[in-house]
């Protein structure tokens, strides 16, 4: 009987042991995990951080849209001066051109420029800036490319039939030219997105102009 007793005490202790390895063993599984999940909040941190990058990046972006340099400000002040001498010139068109061709193209070169001149006029306006005053054109002036002379312009106004078909088309080609390359500078040191973008729409616009008044001349 005391054997029966001593040998159940026994069993009993062996298997006190046994679950208390268990318990161990489980334990130290469970810390295995704690780590795992340590590692797994520091990289759940990462991600957590990108959006916020993200989030920075993004509002970065809309920040470079609304910024402008002295670049964007010189080419709305030397744009606006422009398109009014374009439009002044196709103004004339109607009444002194013989070629309808010539005539459609001036209506499309004022159709395009007179809402050019006011989206540029309310950039200068958001920017604090100067918009250049109406009839304070400087036909004489050589910093903005191809901007007709005072003569040149009597001349044009002089001049119909034919003879202003042809002036009319060379000197518009001149002009174009001129706002192709002020475009190309805005395109290369601006920083105001909408200006850079209507600075690519000039030069597409008016470099298939040039061609087509290329064209225009080589029929006469």
């Known amino acids: 009987m005391i054997r029966k007793r001593s040998l159940m005490r026994r069993t009993a202790v062996v298997a006190a042991a046994g679950a208390a390895a268990l318990v161990l063993a489980a334990c130290g599984g469970s810390g295995g995990d704690d780590g795992s999940a340590g590692h797994g909040g520091h990289a759940a941190t ?36 422009h398109h009014r001498q374009a439009v002044e010139m196709a103004d004339l068109a109607p ?8 005539k459609k ?3 499309d070169i004022k159709k395009a420029q007179d809402p050019e001149i006011r989206t540029l006029s309310g950039w200068l306006t958001s920017w604090g800036e100067d918009v250049p005053a109406e009839g304070a ?18 001349g044009l106004e002089n001049a119909s039939g034919k003879a202003f078909d042809t002036a009319f088309t060379e000197l518009m080609i001149k ?16 920083a105001h997105g909408p200006a850079r973008k209507m600075a690519g729409e000039i030069i597409d616009s008016q470099s298939a102009e040039i061609e087509q008044m290329n064209a225009l001349l080589g029929k006469d």
């Open 137 to 154: 054109m400087d036909h004489s002036s050589h910093d903005m490319g191809g901007m007709m002379t005072a003569e040149e312009m009597t």
């Open 175 to 190: 002009h174009h030219e001129g706002a192709v390359e002020m475009a190309r500078t805005e395109q290369a040191d601006g």
């Open 46 to 81: 990462a991600p957590s951080s990108a959006p916020s990058s993200s989030a920075s990046a993004s509002a970065s972006a809309s920040a470079s849209q609304g910024q402008h340099n002295a670049a964007d400000v010189a080419f709305a002040k030397g744009m606006i001066p």
């Open 95 to 102: 009444g002194r051109a013989r070629s309808a061709e010539v």
């Open 105 to 107: 193209l001036a209506a």
